[in-house]
């Protein structure tokens, strides 16, 4: 059975949502039923079905973020929340450049 589309907003919306480092804040759902990303009162609210152990939702969390904004995982910076729900993350500008390291 194949899985279902990823309900994702337009990349523009969340690139919006970035401050003017291009830092986001998110919640995450880990073991959630399907994937989907949604903004909720201006927050980026996360949702995958990987379990969180070992960083490996953190990770899902990553590559889905990245798949909607159409980048490389690569270019997802994890500023904090390696271990909790609350994530901070830098994404590139709407430019298409990189994080600075």
């Known amino acids: 059975m194949a899985r279902a589309k ?3 907003p337009a990349a523009a919306a969340i ?4 401050d003017a480092e291009g830092r986001i ?4 759902t880990p073991g959630a039923r399907a994937e989907a990303i949604t903004i909720v009162d201006g927050r980026l609210l996360v949702k995958v079905r990987t379990k969180p152990e070992d ?3 953190t990770a899902a969390v990553l590559n889905l973020l ?8 690569s270019h997802i ?7 909790t729900r609350e994530k901070l993350v830098r994404i590139p500008s709407a430019t298409g450049t990189p994080p600075a390291p």
């Open 66 to 73: 990245a798949a909607a904004l159409g980048i490389a995982p």
């Open 6 to 8: 990823v309900d994702v």
């Open 15 to 18: 690139q919006a949502l970035a």
């Open 77 to 83: 910076e994890l500023l904090r929340g390696a271990t």
């Open 25 to 28: 804040a998110l919640r995450v």
């Open 55 to 57: 960083g490996k939702a």
